[in-house]
């Protein structure tokens, strides 16, 4: 790093991702210089342990450096890093991309760690839209009110709160203005956008109304979600719109109906399958993946078979494996333990059946035409979110149409077409013409 550079470590989830580029942006206008922001994570023990070696060790390698410390883990855990001799600067979650509070010349205290349940609005400086070459994010919501018992997530963002839809409108506006192609709706839990908002307005209807108002963009995608909160409206876009796109991401956790209820997820394993079958039944050519945990506290192997085969069953694509790592101060923490060596075991055969699933997956998409969204050089994505390989050159950003040819088992392998498909050239898998609600009622 030089003595000019600002340098975001980040931990975690895909909204810490989006996070740090807005905290990267803010300290480049507030003129911060020779500074290192840890953007962390509370989610494992394990992930507040990597962030603590990596600040020790940039302290080795840029002694001079101001080290600053943010993210979940720094709001929940405040004490652990204000400890650390290294550290600067400990910022809370609400503060951590304000005007002005990356500054040296700040005033306050070391530790700025207010008590994130009281704030009651989505930070006005974390809504903009970041971009990378291909797409853009846009923070629609932050925060859950849910209290899952391994979870301590709540405790890092807060109470959830929504972006009035108005704000959301304007800045996807704005990115389609400047030639984004997608965009995708971020947050901590965004199923639950709108609950807060006067008269309590769906996800559905926000997407709905993105896409009726912003005719320019082609493709809108949503992170990940909670399955039981997907709306009727949601369900109609699905259906009815090509440029929401076939994916969904869900908060499973579990396919056993005891360690669900123990977890206090609101949803069983059958709510599971009905939603995916739901899904296929008004948008065939969807693809699902899954945040899955091996070895929750008194899981027995017939429950984690349960989870296990939940991925054949409920025909997932893409799996996100995590080994259960205990909390301090969650309830789930206090369970009944499964030893460590089965933790890691239950979690490799999880993995490995998301290898398979995937594989059978991109297996089912050989010998079609897709669309890609090219993300880097030989590198597309397609629209049900499969990487797609392809030879010869396209741009980054553009929508290009491919013949997939095979696939490797962890991506399909692809020749572009001559031609470039825009908005308005898709040709997209058929999608049901059930109408099942107005997608564009808000």
Known sequence: MTGSEVRVVTFGCRLNAYESEVIRARAA???????????????????????????????????????????????IEPETFAAMPEVDLVLGNADKARPGALSPLAEGPR?????????????GHLIAGVRDRARAYVEVQNGCDHRCTFCVIPFGRGNSRSVPAGEVVEQVRRLAAEGCREVVLTG????????????????????????RLV???????????DAAEIDPDLMALLGNEPRFMPHLHLSLQAGDDMILKRMKRRHSRADALRLVADVRAVRPDVAFGADLIAGFP?????????????????????????????????????????????????????????????????????????????????????????????????????????????????????EPHPRIAGSQALDPVPISGNRLSDPNRI
């Open 298 to 414: 008194t899981e027995t192997e017939a429950m984690f078979r349960n989870t296990l085969d939940l991925v054949e069953a409920a025909g997932l694509a893409f799996l996100h494996v995590f080994p259960y790592s205990p909390r301090p101060g969650t309830p789930a923490a206090r369970m009944p333990p499964v030893p460590k060596a089965e933790v890691r075991e239950r979690a490799a055969r999880l993995r490995a059946a998301g290898e398979a699933a995937l594989a059978r997956h991109l297996a089912s998409r050989v010998g079609r035409e897709v669309q890609g969204l090219v993300e880097r050089p030989g590198l597309a994505r397609a629209e049900d979110f499969s990487e797609i390989a392809f030879s010869g050159s396209a741009p980054a950003g553009e929508i290009q149409t491919f013949q997939v040819t095979g696939q490797d088992g962890r991506r399909l392998l692809a």
């Open 29 to 75: 206008e507030d003129g911060v210089t020779d500074a290192v922001v840890f953007n962390t994570c509370a989610v494992t023990g394990e992930a507040v342990r990597q962030a603590r070696q990596a600040i020790r060790k940039a302290r080795r390698e840029t002694p001079g450096a101001r080290l600053i410390v943010t993210g979940c883990a720094a709001q």
């Open 111 to 123: 530790v700025r760690v207010n008590d994130i349940m009281s704030v009651r609005e989505t930070a």
């Open 188 to 211: 901590v839990d965004v199923t639950s956008w709108g609950a807060d908002l006067p008269g309590a307005p769906t996800l559905g209807q926000l997407a709905g109304r993105i896409l």
């Open 215 to 225: 005719p320019d963009l082609p493709r809108l995608r949503l992170s990940s979600i």
